[in-house]
């Protein structure tokens, strides 16, 4: 699991570093900044840095405690997430999702709260820390340390405390027991309780450079520049979303038939059968809609270099039919207009646009486009 200590936000990692050699790491810490700009990883880097006996400018890597840290099976480091609490029982804590929390970071190298909220069973129900969280954590951190060094609490999307959970670790933060770290990682810091913000010393962290996702793809999925390039370009910037693309288009072998009727469907221009196609096709959710996207522009791109890509290569004689009637309609006068679309709707879709609305509005523009390049070839 050495893959989360990545060369990423090097910048912020060196100013972790310099902190922790001058001893002057705080004792709650709040990383904040948007989704997949890398805080969860600097957040894992330092939690890991603090536990290591044997660290200089880096956790070791190699002692026991660094092996337990890797392997999540460090008894110091206590995880505390967001969950779907039942509004009957009420008594849910982060442990009860601990393995689910553990085999998406080891999957994803990342993580997202779409992604993760669609994990608990819900994508749009909101998840939540809770006050039974909050007394577990001022229970564990009460206790000694398990290997007699410091302890670390690791609270991503800490802004999902409720208003209760918040003031019960209120006291713990300001009194902390001894050697005891927190670390806090937040996508929207002022949703954060006023009083606990207060108590937190927060470094902002921007989002990465395109460059970086790409390098960030290519070391730690093998993927190839030209795919990593491909997933990084409709992620806006957010590590989560790019390696959340890549893991799904690999995971979903065939959209072609989905591809098809809705190419079909353009063309008939009913709008209402086109609104009941996407009111529909947005259950699969954001981050369906949005592998499809980038499934459909890879097919509008091999319409203009000629040549479907492998993972359409088994073509059932219908589709390989209406691939060829169709290739003509995308050509060099209107690919630079599609692309457009396809990678802006990607876009709204991390910006949480309503899903109908933009599945009905690609429709009608792509018919449009499609439609200018019929007129000038006639
Ligand atoms: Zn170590």
């Not at 969860?40 to 880097?45: E, I, K, N």
């Not at 994990?119 to 954590?137: A, P």
């Not at 949480?352 to 390049?373: E, G, P, W």
Request: some cysteine; charged content about 25%.
């Amino acid at each position: 699991m050495h893959t989360l200590n990545i060369d990423f936000n090097l910048q912020l990692k060196n100013k972790l570093i310099q902190l922790y050699k001058s001893k002057r790491i705080p004792h709650a810490l709040l990383l904040n900044g948007k989704e997949g700009c890398g805080h969860f990883q600097l957040g894992f880097f330092l939690a890991n840095l603090l536990l290591c006996p044997k660290a200089s400018e880096q956790p070791c890597g190699s002692c026991p405690s660094c092996i337990k840290f890797l392997a999540f099976q460090h008894p110091d480091i206590h995880f505390s997430f967001p969950i779907h609490i039942s509004k009957a029982g009420n008594t849910e804590i982060s442990d009860d999702k601990r393995s689910e929390f553990i085999s998406l970071v080891k999957k994803y190298k990342t993580i997202g709260k779409n992604t993760w909220n669609a994990i608990l069973g819900n994508e749009s129900k909101q998840s939540v820390i809770g006050v039974k969280e909050s007394q577990s954590i001022n229970k564990k951190l009460l206790l000694t340390s398990y290997e007699g060094g410091p302890k670390v609490l690791f609270m991503w999307l800490a802004e999902s405390m409720n208003l209760q959970a918040s003031n019960k670790l209120l006291k713990l933060i300001e009194e902390p027991p001894e050697r005891t770290f927190f670390i806090f990682i937040t996508n929207k810091k002022d949703q954060l309780l006023p009083t606990i913000k207060s108590r937190l010393q927060c470094i902002d962290i921007p989002s990465p450079k395109k460059p970086e996702i790409v390098n960030f793809l290519e070391k730690e999925f093998n993927l190839k520049r030209e795919d990593a390039v491909k997933y990084a370009d409709t992620s806006n910037r957010n590590l989560h979303a790019a390696v959340n693309n890549y893991i799904n288009s690999s995971e979903n072998i065939s959209q072609l038939p989905i591809f098809i009727k809705w190419m079909r469907l353009c063309y008939t221009r009913n709008i209402s059968d086109n609104i009941d196609w996407a009111n529909e096709f947005s259950k699969v959710g954001r981050e369906g809609v949005q592998i499809f996207l980038i499934y459909s522009l890879e097919i509008f791109r091999n319409c203009i270099v000629g040549h479907y890509n492998e993972s359409i290569n088994d073509l059932e004689e219908d589709e390989q039919e209406f691939l060829n009637k169709f290739k003509p309609f995308v050509n060099n006068h209107n690919i630079v207009q599609i692309t457009a679309l396809i990678e802006e709707a990607c876009l709204h879709i991390d910006r949480n646009a309503n899903l109908k609305i933009l599945l009905l509005d690609i429709s009608i523009k792509l018919y449009q486009l499609l439609k200018i390049n019929k007129q000038n070839k006639e």
